[in-house]
């Protein structure tokens, strides 16, 4: 079975990011220095430890362009790989592997190293009874598949865009006239998701009374986050967010909040280590 992500057109994708790379004239290099039917046997190898994600994206490249190659993933997405693991095999023509090579690295090196990224933060809180949430701070066009990559490093997604749930920031606050205001004209519109952030203690019962289901603690330091979740008292969850670092995760896990939100795991994720080794065949 292909592929698939709910609301995400991988055949697209893959098309058109292949015809970013290829324009109107093709891989120049490949036609003119492979014979049109020289094949290629190649590995796909991770040079670092990684948790990997994207394997069935990068086939889906090489298949692109050779529908008839042979593909063997090797481990699955979501697995933890020691470094010089061999994630994939593939035999086909060697064009087409060659004019595929880069779409396919650069998809799976980012998504696993968004994946990779994301388990440091899950490791570092667990036994906590936190639960990490991605955000929608990702690169425009490539949410759906970034956030896949955080679930593949054991986050939990939280929206996946703004029309699946309602969140009530200071700005639409201001903009509704007050905190109480802004709430139940949410909870009048018939939102189930009524996410509300509050940055001060005094925000927190009048947001509750107004029918909040969620409550985003906003850049609160430890002291504050206990006092709110003491404050909260299991009625809704809570959620920490705004600044949290790799070294600070556990000690705000660690007050009581049901979740922590981190914008890290997709703006500052770096590309991990994996190659494509090709070898005459």
């Not at 190649?42 to 994206?57: F, H, K, Q, T, Y």
């Amino acid at each position: 079975m292909p592929f698939q992500l709910e609301n995400f057109d991988v055949e697209r994708f893959v098309r058109d990011t292949l015809a970013e790379d290829l324009g109107d004239s093709g891989d120049l290099t490949s036609a003119a220095v492979i014979p049109a039917g020289a094949r290629f046997r190649a590995s796909m190898n991770g040079r670092e430890p990684i948790i990997v994600a994207g394997l069935e994206l990068a086939e889906a490249f090489f298949r692109a362009l050779d529908p008839e190659v042979e593909a063997e993933r090797l481990v699955e997405d979501g697995e933890r790989v020691a470094a010089a693991t061999v994630l994939m095999r593939l035999a086909g023509n060697a064009r087409a592997l060659l004019a595929a090579e880069r779409s396919a690295l650069n998809t799976v090196q980012h998504l696993s190293g968004i994946a990779t990224l994301t388990r440091r933060y899950v490791d570092a809180i667990a036994g906590t009874g936190a639960i990490l949430l991605d955000t929608r701070k990702t690169v425009p066009g490539l949410r759906i598949l970034e956030k896949y990559a955080t679930r593949m490093g054991g986050a939990q997604n939280h929206r996946m865009g703004l029309w699946d749930a309602a969140m009530i920031k200071d700005n639409h606050v201001a903009a509704a006239g007050g905190i109480e205001q802004a709430v139940r004209r949410a909870a009048e519109a018939g939102i189930a998701r009524i996410i509300v952030e509050v940055d001060r203690i005094g925000q927190i019962e009048p947001a509750i009374a107004a029918g909040a289901t969620h409550l985003l603690l906003d850049n609160m330091d430890l002291a504050t986050l206990r006092q709110a979740v003491q404050l909260v008292g299991g009625r809704v969850p809570t959620e920490a967010s705004g600044g949290i670092r790799l070294d600070t995760i556990r000690a705000v896990a660690e007050t009581g909040v049901t979740y922590v939100s981190v914008g890290r795991l997709t703006q500052s994720a770096p590309a991990v280590d994996i190659g494509l080794d090709f070898q005459c065949g």
